[in-house]
């Protein structure tokens, strides 16, 4: 059954927090991404942990290995259930924050080890002439992405639903999807533009069907009247898949 993340993407924990106790009983896991660790530090991790929740820390790792190996060590020391690298680091890269978060499990006797995804090309881009695509497809870079990070022992990888059934197909059931960019259409639009930086999209339901093991959400749930009715109707989207 495939697992709802609220990306808590805010500048404060006092907002964060207050975010969080909104969907509390309804979504169990909890982002925090680069806008709030910046502000708040780790102490955000240890916050939304003692309020009960599984946290993924969605930093976005990419630099020389030795300094990789040490962000996913403080990552994992932090308490994050869940981090993530970028996959264009390369397989060096990749096999040192394996090796690293391993390590940090056993030092601090986890029973789990946080599960550890690759980024493989942003939801928000889609154009082939960007500088990572090269010309290429956004699905033909990110399948390629997710065939390496495979092979560097990663638990997963970061990608839209749009790519989620291909890596499914060719990586195995087991190797992780994790999706950003969902998307409810809106019926009363009289365009199909999603009016954010958002391009490669999909209904939740769509994304479960392809896949995806763990949807990630931010907007469609933080900037909602009624953050928990939405997370709500997402989760009763994603059964339907
Ligand atoms: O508000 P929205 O639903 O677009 O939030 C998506 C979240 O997922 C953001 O926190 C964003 O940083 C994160 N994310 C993403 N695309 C990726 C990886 C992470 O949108 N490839």
């Not at 950003?180 to 809106?186: A, T």
Request: glycine letters at 8%; a neutral charge; aromatic letters at 4%.
């Amino acid at each position: 059954m495939a697992q709802l993340v609220v990306a808590l993407d805010f500048q404060t924990q006092a907002e964060a927090v207050a975010m969080a106790a909104k969907v509390q009983g309804v979504a169990p896991w909890m982002k925090v991404g680069l806008e709030l660790f910046v502000a708040e530090g780790p102490g955000i991790v240890r916050e939304l942990k003692a309020l009960g929740f599984k946290v993924f820390v969605d930093l976005k790792f990419l630099d020389i290995p030795n300094t990789v190996r040490g962000a996913v060590r403080s990552c994992v020391k932090s308490g994050a259930d869940m981090l993530n690298i970028h996959a264009c680091g390369g397989v060096d890269m990749a096999r040192v924050a394996v090796a690293a978060r391993d390590e940090a499990a056993a030092e601090m006797a986890l029973a789990a080890k946080p599960l550890l995804f690759a980024v493989t090309v942003l939801t928000s881009m889609m154009d082939p002439s960007l500088p990572v695509l090269n010309g290429r497809e956004p699905a033909a870079v990110v399948l390629e992405l997710a065939k390496a990070s495979r092979a560097a022992g990663l638990d997963g990888v970061v990608c839209s639903g749009q790519e989620a059934a291909r890596i499914k197909a060719e990586c195995g059931p087991d190797f992780l999807c994790l999706t950003p960019g969902i998307r409810i259409p809106d019926p009363s639009a009289t365009t199909s533009a999603q009016g954010d930086d958002q391009r490669r999209v999909m209904t939740p339901e769509a994304a479960v069907a392809a896949g995806s093991d763990y949807l990630v959400v931010g907007r469609p749930i933080t900037r909602a009247v009624d953050p928990a009715q939405s997370a709500r109707d997402i989760l009763r989207r994603m059964a339907q898949a």
